[in-house]
């Protein structure tokens, strides 16, 4: 089994910045693909980035292209997620993800484990 640890959230202005991070342990160097979703209020959860084990296959949601860098260190199995030039829309709990395959996918449902959140608020 592999277990994921987010922290990083908090709450911010807007045009602030963020760093989340997700742990794994447990069989973490069986994982592969790590990747960031948020769901906000009301709204289902939307694919936010995605990395693969030595940094390929980045990948980012037009939303945060630009704004957002995800980034890996895996010898330390983390996951990081910068978040620049924040907006009040960015406001949600964020979740980490990961996968043991290489997972070229937006889709929540192709990813097998997952942490408890983060909350990012951003203030207006």
């Known amino acids: 089994q592999v277990q994921l640890v987010e922290s990083g959230g908090g709450l911010v202005q807007a045009g602030g910045s963020l760093r989340l991070s997700c742990a794994a342990s447990?069989?973490?160097?069986?994982?592969?693909?790590m990747a960031w979703f948020r769901q906000a209020p009301g709204k289902e959860r939307e694919f936010v980035a995605r990395i693969a084990r030595r940094g390929a296959g980045i990948d980012y949601a037009d939303s945060v292209k630009g704004r957002f860098a995800i980034s890996r260190d895996n010898a330390e199995n983390t996951v990081f997620l910068q978040m620049n030039s924040l907006k009040p829309e960015d406001t949600a709990v964020y979740y980490c993800a990961a996968d043991q395959a290489v997972v070229f996918s937006r889709t929540a449902a192709n990813y097998d484990y997952w942490g408890q959140g983060t909350q990012v608020t951003v203030s207006s």
């Open positions: 447990g069989f973490a160097i069986s994982i592969n693909t």
